[in-house]
């Protein structure tokens, strides 16, 4: 009976890590294998059975659904622990700078809105700098019926005449040139808010994710269910399965393994090697490690590839960047 659990537990654990999957997916592969003990050998009758006992138990987390019992194992291991708490609290890190990012857009929009007070038009009287210069009128051919009648209105058109029709022109004038620096300023504050809200649309797009794994990073096996010879050895991520699971080849012996991110931690490397970010709003970009906080547990880095080209970053966690092989 022991044994039959803690070999059911440890197909769950490292084939699906902590993910909900339904339990006759886990119990049809663990019966695949040729040396398997038969459920008839236990104390439980049925699957169902079975699943509830790891509930009550507290091996497991499961809940019954219309399409059957689904289950999810739950870690206890320290280091396990300690890194999801650790992340918990990235993540309340990252919705504060959220929260301080929404509240900057909304003053910026303030502002925009305050600016749109439009100015009066400001009329001003048409004047010559000098008498004989010519001053021409285009009148619509509606004013007038023939050449005759043309050329009577324009000879009864005195001085006195341009000061009634010169401001009007003149305001037409001024009010296109007002329109016109209007409509830039207009635009100016558009492309300005425009390129705020695509900087916070692309945050979102590259926020925290609780999946990391990346191929070709070079990754550390913090389990010790797999034994002394694979503890603390270093291999490289080969292939990424479902988000949550890497194939690693191991470094030193050249094996083959597959698992669960939980069991992996990344490798921080010496000042001046690549690395690869994995989380957060540089995710997936290449740079080069520039120091480390010891006390922090953080590290400066540079990024070398992408629009953010020689941006240097300080503060980003271990967690999220991992030595490139």
Not at 203 to 214: E, F, G, I, S, V
């Amino acid at each position: 009976m022991r044994e039959f659990r803690n070999d059911f537990l440890e197909l769950l654990r490292r084939r699906f890590g902590t993910k909900r999957v339904h339990n006759n997916i886990v119990y049809n592969e663990y019966i695949s294998h040729r040396e398997h003990i038969h459920m008839n050998a236990t104390q439980w009758e049925t699957l169902t059975d079975f699943t509830k006992w790891l509930g009550r138990e507290g091996l497991c987390k499961v809940d019954e659904t219309p399409k059957g019992w689904y289950i999810q194992y739950i870690d206890r291991d320290p280091e396990t622990i300690r890194r999801q708490l650790e992340l918990e609290k990235k993540k309340k890190q990252d919705l504060d700078d959220e929260e301080k990012t929404a509240k900057f857009i909304e003053e910026q929009v303030r502002r925009g809105l305050e600016g749109k007070e439009q100015e009066a038009p400001v009329f001003t009287e048409l004047s010559r700098e000098n008498d004989e210069e010519k001053v021409t009128f285009n009148l619509n051919k509606g004013a007038c019926s023939s050449g005759g009648a043309t050329s009577s209105k324009s000879s009864s058109l005195g001085p006195s005449a341009l000061k009634t029709i010169g401001p009007a022109g003149s305001v037409k004038r001024k009010e296109s040139s007002h329109s016109s620096a209007q409509s830039k300023e207009k635009k100016k504050k558009k492309s300005a808010l425009d390129e705020i809200m695509e900087i916070e649309e692309e945050k979102k797009r590259t926020a925290r994710t609780d999946y990391w794994l990346q191929p070709e990073i070079i990754v550390k096996i913090i389990t010790k269910k797999l034994g002394e010879k694979y503890h603390k050895k270093k291999g490289i991520v080969k292939e990424v399965i479902d988000k949550y699971t890497a194939v690693v080849k191991m470094i030193d012996s050249g094996d083959k393994l597959k698992l669960d991110q939980t069991h992996l931690e990344t490798v921080i490397p010496a000042p001046g090697k690549r690395i690869l970010v994995l989380n957060g709003g540089y995710r997936g970009n290449e740079g080069t490690l520039e120091s480390i906080n010891e006390k922090s547990f953080s590290a400066t880095i540079v990024i070398e590839t992408g629009p953010l080209k020689g941006r240097r970053v300080e503060g980003i966690q271990y967690e999220d960047i991992s030595k490139l092989a």
